[in-house]
């Protein structure tokens, strides 16, 4: 079984860039198709990249498309979310997701956080104007 940390949130002014991490321990990490979600007060979770696996090519939510990007380096076990040009609205807190590959893609939907069994803990990002 997989577990996941995130790190790299914080506070950043309208316009920065973080750059978020997921390390993962506990199995085979190339095994595993990962994602990015978020949720902000109020809100329901939200679908913001992913999934990234092999050679695939992720999907981005229309919100972030052309300022995110997500990545991963199989070598260090760890997921990345690169946030560039950052907005008020992307205050939330991230989660990263994950799931074995054989039945994510038997799933079907890729951009569905029910499509993932295991998430990290979160990781805040405030963006102030």
């Known amino acids: 079984q997989v577990q996941l940390v995130e790190s790299g949130g914080g506070l950043v002014q309208a316009g920065g860039s973080l750059k978020l991490s997921c390390a993962t321990s506990g199995s085979t990490f190339n095994h595993y198709v990962m994602g990015w979600f978020r949720q902000a007060p109020g809100k329901e979770r939200e679908f913001v990249s992913g999934?990234?696996?092999?050679?695939?090519?992720?999907q981005y939510a229309d919100s972030v498309k052309g300022r995110f990007t997500i990545s991963r380096d199989n070598a260090k076990n760890t997921v990345y979310l690169q946030m560039n040009s950052l907005k008020p609205e992307d205050t939330a807190t991230y989660y990263c997701?994950?799931?074995?590959?054989?039945?994510?893609?038997?799933?079907?939907?890729?951009?569905?956080?029910?499509?993932?069994?295991?998430w990290g803990q979160g990781t805040q990002v405030t963006v102030s104007s």
């Open positions: 999934p990234i696996w092999s050679s695939t090519s992720p």
């Open positions: 997701a994950a799931e074995p590959s054989y039945p994510f893609w038997q799933r079907q939907a890729p951009a569905d956080g029910a499509s993932y069994r295991y």
